[in-house]
């Protein structure tokens, strides 16, 4: 994984005859913006799931209350 971002990084330099910094800036949106929509939709989907399931109701008094 690692030699692969390497090798995107030198091949887009090389082909756009860019700076090193603006072709690991080009590397990094291109690896970082797949990654925060993939977040997004998990976090939907896990709240989505955890909105269905519902509260559990406990049965009976749980929690005794004192008598004033």
């Known amino acids: 994984m690692l030699w692969s971002l390497i090798l995107?990084?030198?091949g887009i330099r090389e082909l756009h005859e860019i700076s090193i910094?603006?072709?690991i800036l080009a590397v990094a949106i291109a690896v970082i913006i797949p990654l925060i929509i993939i977040l997004i939709i998990g976090a939907y989907f896990i709240s989505s799931y955890a909105s269905t399931m519902g509260m559990p109701i406990p049965s009976?008094?749980?929690f005794p209350m004192?008598?004033?």
């Open 66 to 68: 004192p008598d004033y």
């Open 8 to 10: 995107g990084i030198l």
């Open 21 to 23: 910094e603006k072709a």
């Open 60 to 62: 009976g008094n749980t």
